[in-house]
């Protein structure tokens, strides 16, 4: 059981780059988010998903796209870097159950230089 | 309303003593409230999670505190060893909404040995 997948480890990318930021899970979660944690600043909400076909966005969504066409999958699209969006990025997922929100289970997360 | 306030903000506890962090909430609707570790270049793990229907959570040497009235929980961790020495999030979520969790800043606990 992998869990939450999340690729690549590491990126720099420069300013005006863009790309994707995978996330996978088999644990067969509906609820899927990306959040990007920055010193002094906790975990920021970007961009969330309730099933597929279905997403919001978060906190701090300027400047990130995303899309959920399967329930395992919910990839973070960058879609022109800039130096502010030097973070660590984690992707998250969970299965609420009886109606009730459960405790998100964390990938390893994507480091994100943006030269 | 929905911001969760985390403090301190760093803690300095010697082996076998207890580590305090306290959260306070402000939106009346969360009705679920965890807490994450996370290590150095992992990400958080869940560690212990409380519903407003008790007013206490113990796992281990980990305890939830609940006061529904303040608007406040915490986490103590009894007997600290240098293994817990990590980074904690308190966070908090709503079953009448989109489940979206809103995490408090970070506590960085350090157990000296």
């Known amino acids: 059981n992998a869990g939450v997948t999340q690729t690549p480890k590491f990126q720099v990318l420069k300013t005006g780059q863009s790309m994707t930021l995978q996330c996978a899970q088999d644990?067969?979660?509906?609820?899927m988010s990306w959040y990007r944690q920055d010193p002094g600043m906790g975990l920021r909400l970007i961009h969330y998903s309730v099933g597929a076909g279905i997403t919001d966005q978060g906190e701090v969504p300027n400047g990130y796209n995303v899309s959920r066409s399967t329930t395992e999958d919910f990839p973070l699209r960058l879609l022109s870097a800039a130096p502010s969006q030097t973070s660590v990025y984690f992707c998250?997922?969970?299965?609420?159950?009886?109606?009730?929100?459960?405790?998100?289970?964390f990938g390893s997360g994507t480091r994100l230089t943006v030269v | 309303q929905q911001q969760v306030k985390q403090s301190p903000q760093s803690l300095i506890v010697q082996k076998g003593g207890i580590s305090i962090i306290n959260c306070a909430y402000e939106?009346?609707?969360?009705?679920?409230f965890p807490w994450y570790q996370q290590f150095p270049g992992k990400g958080p793990a869940l560690l212990i999670a409380?519903?407003?229907?008790?007013s206490e959570k113990k796992e281990g040497r980990f305890t939830i505190s609940f006061n529904k009235s303040a608007k406040q929980f915490s986490l103590h961790i009894m007997d600290s060893q240098p293994g817990d020495s990590a980074t904690y999030f308190c966070a908090a979520s709503s079953s009448s909404g989109t489940y979206k969790y809103i995490f408090g800043t970070g506590t960085r606990l350090k157990v000296l040995a």
């Open positions: 939106n009346t609707a969360f009705d679920y």
């Open positions: 998250a997922s969970s299965r609420p159950g009886q109606g009730l929100p459960y405790g998100y289970t």
């Open positions: 644990m067969n979660h509906e609820y």
């Open positions: 409380i519903r407003p229907d008790v």
